[in-house]
């Protein structure tokens, strides 16, 4: 997960980055999770009034 993190911290517009691990069964089934995630990323964008515009 760190190594993703890193990596969408590297695009332009992007603010913050969350990411946790999903560990066990029990927490998949509780969350309503396919059972073939192994974690979830959270993505905040900078506003969007500062980025640069998308290229065409």
């Known amino acids: 997960m760190r190594l993703i993190e890193e990596q969408v911290l590297g ?3 992007i603010e913050r980055v969350y990411s946790r ?3 066990s069964v029990e ?3 509780r969350s309503s999770l396919s059972s ?3 974690g979830q990323i959270q993505v905040e964008f ?3 009034r ?3 515009p998308r290229p065409r």
């Open 36 to 38: 073939d995630v192994i």
């Open 11 to 13: 695009f332009e517009g």
């Open 46 to 48: 900078t506003d969007w």
């Open 50 to 52: 500062t980025r640069a």
């Open 21 to 23: 691990t999903i560990g």
């Open 27 to 29: 927490e998949r089934v």
